[in-house]
């Protein structure tokens, strides 16, 4: 269900600008669209402003927020040390799905960094961010515009359902392309780390350094402190499968066997991949990612996605893992984190 609000203001408005910037210099939030997901910003070099983006999506004090520049001068304005290597990041991949991490500079306040020396910074390709950026004049902090651990919002509407009367201003640019949070990377003894999957893949990323990126074990997890384990969670619980197609024998002799013993089927959704089977039969509802197997394409639908099947209030999500290359490495990132692993599997186990 659609519910209108006057704090959804359009993008092709001018008068939207105006009112987004003036909330901005008092020190308060606006959620605007990027081409991964909407954020909720705020004055990044104002800390009672960025107190506001952790109290407004219940966020924990060590989850550190990216900032938004609308220019490689602004960014390189924020850090101290800028290695050759992200310089040419900056160049190929900015504007666009890349967040880079390297040493602040002192007037980067302690609350966007969590207390990290580090401040992590991107360039955002679509033309509401950068135009709301360069007429703020300041960067905007500015993390996924949910509420903490929820599924990332991609429309307008999804930052409203989530963030409700909270939201001041919501710029409405439409649906996000990418449909995936930016790639987070940090530099380390020359050598360029991945903290998190996103819209610029690793193997393009490899081409431009001319050098492998190094994938932190799990021991260095902290390093990215925001990348918990449960994220991006429906409320339903979500259970992923290598593949969909294999497991649909097996459920269809488990709802005859229910059916013989008169016990209840629970309500099931899915998410496929590309392919999808027997839907009216074992789910109430199904998605497609990709009918034609585009990973970019499964990217931009994933979160909506979620969101639709989540109002059914399923008993369970299931869903299947996109192919790992790519940005299919995030979208599959993005569902393992979202399928709270082993506690929601028992449960499926059980149930049948
Ligand atoms: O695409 C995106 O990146 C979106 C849009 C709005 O730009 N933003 C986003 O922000 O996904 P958020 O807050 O949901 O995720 C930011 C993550 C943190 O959870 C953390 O893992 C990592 O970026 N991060 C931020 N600053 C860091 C730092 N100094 N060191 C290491 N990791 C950092
Ligand atoms: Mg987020």
């Known amino acids: ?7 959804i203001l359009k993008t092709s408005s001018s008068k939207s600008y105006s009112k987004a910037v003036s909330l901005l210099k008092r020190g308060e939030t606006v959620a605007f669209p990027t081409e991964t997901v909407y954020g909720l910003g705020a004055d990044a070099l104002n800390s009672k402003a960025v107190c506001k983006i952790f109290e407004i999506k219940k ?37 666009g799905p890349l967040s880079i991490v390297l040493p602040k500079k002192q007037h980067v306040p302690d609350v966007v960094t969590s207390g ?43 930052v409203l359902e989530e963030l409700g009367d909270s939201a001041k201003l919501i710029l409405d640019g439409g649906k996000c392309r990418v449909g995936v949070e930016s790639t987070v990377v940090k530099f380390e003894r020359k050598k360029c780390v991945l903290l998190r999957p996103g819209g610029v893949s690793v193997e393009d990323l490899e081409k431009v350094l001319k050098d492998k990126i190094v994938f932190p074990g799990k021991k260095t997890r902290h390093d990215s402190p925001g990348l918990l384990k449960s994220h991006y969670a429906p409320r339903a619980p979500l259970i992923l499968f290598d593949s969909l197609e294999e497991i649909l024998d097996k459920l269809s002799s488990q709802k005859k066997d229910f059916l013989k013993r008169q016990k209840k089927w629970p309500v099931l ?5 590309s ?54 490495r995030a979208i599959n990132d993005r569902l393992d984190k979202a399928s709270g692993a082993n506690e929601a599997y028992k449960r499926f186990q059980k149930y049948f």
């Open 59 to 95: 966020r924990p004090s060590f989850d550190p927020l990216i900032v938004h520049v609308a220019s490689i001068e602004q960014a390189v304005s924020l850090w101290s040390r800028v290695p050759e290597d992200a310089k040419l990041l900056m160049k190929r991949f900015w504007p």
């Open 275 to 328: 392919k999808a089977s027997r839907q009216g039969i074992l789910f109430k509802k199904i998605q497609v990612l990709s009918l034609k197997k585009d990973p970019y394409t499964a990217a931009s639908n994933l979160f909506q996605a979620i969101r639709k099947l989540d109002k059914l209030n399923p008993d369970f999500i299931l869903a299947e893992k996109a192919p790992e290359a790519g940005i299919g």
């Open 116 to 158: 990290l020396e580090t401040v992590a910074v991107r360039m955002p390709d679509h033309p509401a961010a950068l135009k709301l950026i360069k007429l703020f004049g300041k960067p905007v902090a500015a993390p996924s515009a949910n509420l903490f651990g929820r599924t990332s919002p991609t429309t307008a509407q999804a």
């Open 1 to 7: 269900m659609t519910r209108s609000s006057e704090a």
């Open 269 to 273: 959704a899915a998410i496929f991949y």
